[in-house]
């Protein structure tokens, strides 16, 4: 998920969607998906997203409810999957997979003591991305004619290579790890209400004195998705301590202190990822409504009271695009 200290690092302002009329965004897609995934299951009652023989597909519901947004701003969202887990991150997973065991035994406990916002609680912070969820997310985009592309590793990666070789115009991700990747210009909030903020790498750079090596090992110092932090150095202190020794080897030696990962590797992570220019798609949306409606509400049995608002807002926004292009 990224180290969020970063953020005092960034420039980052609030840009206005008018701002963004008309561009395409690559989005992280397991980012975007698992916030809505997660406030549908802790907002909406289950028996809603789940099917007779008990199959949950909240994501149905949440992508109805997140997608309007792109439509009515004609921003158009590329979604990236993740592809292959990067060996270092295994371990990361591998954490939050235990945590998210702990946190099912509390749920447990939870429901047996008839707590019923503790149990909204940690059903939420238990949910995961199951074949199903990512299928038929996947078959969802499709009839509504959403682009979506398949990474060879991490797809945050891959949204920022997207967005450095202008292939489109910014990268969206809730993480702040956009910055150390190098994606020049990152949205995030495209899940919250209101207008997004704009995170600028270069102004970032410029505002610091710094080069994207150094932000690199900065991120590091303060702890990634790859590799835990050096304790008690922070942002501002890693910041501070690169500029003076040059990068963070001299860091390391002068406060002899060690990464628990090697840091030619992690470097390599940000700096060098797994990426592709092997894939297409096309920015022009032609969503069939009838067709997404069928599929979330008769092939899935999801109440269609919790997706019709969407459906209509989305329906809404293309006729309104048709008319201002027609103007």
């Given amino acids: 998920m990224g180290n969020t200290?970063?953020?005092?690092l960034g420039?980052?302002?609030?840009?206005?969607?008018?701002?963004?009329?008309?561009?395409?965004?690559?989005?992280?897609?397991?980012?975007?998906?698992?916030?809505?995934?997660?406030?549908?299951?802790?907002?909406?009652?289950d028996e809603v997203y789940t099917t007779a023989d008990g199959t949950e597909v909240a994501n149905l519901v949440g992508v109805v409810q997140g997608l309007p947004k792109f439509f009515e701003n004609d921003l158009t969202p590329v979604f990236v999957f993740d592809g292959v887990v990067t060996d270092l991150k295994s371990e990361e997973i591998e954490q939050r997979r235990e945590e998210r065991e702990k946190r099912e035994e509390q749920l447990e406990e939870a429901r047996e003591e008839g707590d019923a916002i503790e149990v909204a609680r940690l059903e939420a912070h238990t949910q995961r991305l199951t074949?199903?969820?990512?299928?038929?997310?996947?078959?969802?985009?499709d009839r509504l004619d959403v682009p979506y592309i398949e990474a060879p590793a991490e797809g945050e990666a891959?949204?920022?290579?997207?967005?450095?070789?202008?292939?489109?115009?910014?990268?969206?991700?809730?993480?702040?790890?956009?910055?150390?990747?190098?994606?020049?210009?990152?949205?995030?909030?495209?899940?919250?209400k209101g207008d997004p903020e704009l995170m600028d790498f270069e102004a970032t750079l410029e505002e610091h004195d710094v080069t994207w090596e150094q932000l690199v090992d900065i991120a590091i110092l303060c702890g990634t998705d790859f590799n835990e932090g050096v304790s008690g150095i922070g942002?501002?202190?890693?910041?501070?301590?690169?500029?003076?020794?040059?990068?963070?080897?001299?860091?390391?030696?002068?406060?002899?202190?060690?990464?628990?990962k090697d840091v030619d590797i992690i470097r390599e992570l940000f700096l060098n990822p797994t990426v592709s220019d092997d894939y297409e798609f096309d920015a022009e949306m032609d969503p069939d409504i009838d067709a997404a409606r069928e599929y979330v509400v008769e092939e899935w049995k999801v109440h269609?009271?919790?997706?019709?608002?969407?459906?209509?807002?989305?329906?809404?926004?293309?006729?309104?695009?048709?008319?201002?292009n027609w103007t």
């Avoid at 701002?19 to 690559?26: I, K, M, Q, S």
């Fill in 11 to 45: 420039v980052i302002r609030e840009v206005p969607f008018d701002e963004l009329d008309g561009d395409t965004v690559a989005v992280d897609a397991h980012n975007w998906l698992y916030k809505y995934l997660t406030t549908t299951v802790k907002w909406t009652k």
């Fill in 131 to 141: 074949d199903t969820i990512q299928q038929t997310t996947r078959e969802l985009f």
């Fill in 5 to 8: 200290d970063l953020r005092q």
């Fill in 304 to 324: 269609e009271d919790e997706v019709e608002r969407g459906f209509e807002r989305i329906e809404e926004s293309v006729v309104q695009t048709g008319l201002d």
């Fill in 235 to 260: 942002p501002k202190t890693a910041l501070k301590e690169v500029k003076e020794r040059g990068d963070i080897w001299a860091v390391l030696e002068a406060r002899g202190e060690s990464i628990d």
């Fill in 158 to 192: 891959q949204a920022a290579y997207m967005n450095r070789t202008g292939a489109v115009d910014y990268c969206g991700t809730e993480d702040y790890d956009a910055l150390p990747l190098g994606a020049p210009l990152t949205l995030r909030q495209l899940t919250s």
